[in-house]
């Protein structure tokens, strides 16, 4: 999962629990973008906003093994 090395493009999948509703989550697809704020990084573009590429994010570069692990820990 997160040992994998991402580029720029890539389209990936996570986590995404509902900042309202904390014990919700979902499989959400962002995209690996080059970080505006600083171009030697990169950063997940999600809903209109980018994150730092950190440890923080579980990310899986399928959908079908984002859904496993969903299960896995949802269910």
Not at 14 to 27: E, G, K, L, M, T
Not at 38 to 62: C, G, H, K, Q, W
Request: hydrophobic share 40%; glycine share 2%; charged share 15%.
């Amino acid at each position: 999962m997160q040992q994998q090395s991402f580029n720029a493009g890539d389209i990936v999948y996570i986590f995404y629990r509902n900042p309202h509703i904390q014990d919700v989550a979902n499989i959400q697809e962002a995209a690996v973008v080059n970080n505006p704020e600083n171009p030697n990084e990169l950063a997940l573009f999600l809903f209109e906003t980018y994150y730092p590429l950190t440890n923080d994010f579980v990310i899986f570069s399928s959908e079908m093994d984002a859904e496993q692990a969903y299960h896995q820990y949802f269910h």
